[in-house]
């Protein structure tokens, strides 16, 4: 099989990736065709590693050999022994992968490890999901000129009493988000943003740096409440088509209404409340996940 032409032995190596990467390293050792061959960006793009389900030996030889690899999950990485935790945890910031899907990165358990992944592939993430995001993380994220999909949670306790501000974008396609540097052509914004948890302040200047770009926007938030001590955002929001209309969203076409965490809904106020955003933001279509459960199934 050594003199299987490239594109016969790339079909061949595609299905032993798709059952077990560490495989897929291990016929890329057998001789410099074949690892030419198993290294190719072709064949790694389509591939998700993730921290578990794997032997840590074969976890960090998958890391150290991929070069090519575009998306990881490490959403269980702080559920294994310490041990093995710590050799995956230094295989990834060793890696020289240039990641463009990163999931699963939580914050508030090893946050310095959590920066410094962060840090390392922010020139390349397109797509990100980070859960309990602090200062520092949001930093981060607005220093990824490349990303159109990001996914993030808060309630930091920090950003609470000191809610971070996102810097407004520099006019111009392409230009960096917070540097005013030059970047690829490919740098136009978030594109896709779902937001739980985080402070007001923070999530109106998210929505503002990223105006003339965002495309599609899921908001955990809730309706209106009559109650004297009724608790505030993102619990109950009164004036969400105000708010969201003066972030000028130039390119808005979907908004998608998440009523998680104990927020406030109930049938009339939602309904009011979907009709206010499409007509404060027109050619915008508005559904709520509670009302269209099976939309979110």
């Avoid at 390293?25 to 960006?41: D, F, I, K, M, Y």
Wanted: a positive charge; hydrophobic letters at 35%; proline letters at 5%.
């Amino acid at each position: 099989m050594a003199t299987l032409p490239d594109l016969a032995l790339l079909r061949v190596f595609e299905y032993v990736a798709a059952d077990n990467l560490d495989d897929l390293v291990s016929a890329g050792q057998v001789c410099r065709h074949w690892r030419r061959v198993a290294a190719s960006e072709q064949l790694w793009r389509r591939r998700r590693l993730k921290c578990h389900g794997m032997a840590t030996e074969a976890f960090t030889r998958v890391v150290s050999f991929a070069p090519r690899l575009h998306s990881l999950d490490v959403c269980w990485i702080n559920q294994i022994s310490p041990e093995d935790r710590v050799i995956r945890k230094r295989a990834l910031l060793a890696s020289r992968s240039k990641l463009r899907r990163l999931t699963g990165v939580m914050c508030h358990r090893d946050s310095d490890w959590t920066h410094g992944l962060l840090a390392l592939h922010a020139e390349h993430l397109r797509e990100l999901e980070v859960s309990t995001a602090d200062r520092e993380a949001l930093q981060a994220v607005g220093n990824m000129p490349l990303l159109h999909a990001l996914h993030v949670s808060g309630w930091d306790p920090g950003l609470e009493k000191d809610p971070y501000i996102y810097p407004a974008r520099p006019d111009g396609p392409n230009r960096g988000p917070n540097t005013g540097t030059r970047v690829t052509g490919e740098d136009r914004g978030l594109e896709r943003l779902e937001v739980r948890g985080l402070p007001k302040e923070t999530t109106v200047s998210m929505l503002r740096a990223n105006r003339r770009s965002l495309r599609k926007l899921t908001l955990n938030v809730g309706t209106p409440s009559d109650q004297h001590n009724a608790p505030g955002w993102p619990k109950t929001c009164s004036d969400l088509a105000q708010l969201l209309q003066a972030c000028g969203l130039q390119n808005l076409k979907e908004i998608t209404l998440t009523r998680y965490g104990g927020c406030f809904h109930s049938d009339t106020d939602c309904m009011k409340q979907r009709k206010s955003l499409e007509q404060h933001l027109e050619c915008c279509n508005v559904q709520c996940s509670d009302c269209n459960p099976f939309s979110f199934a």
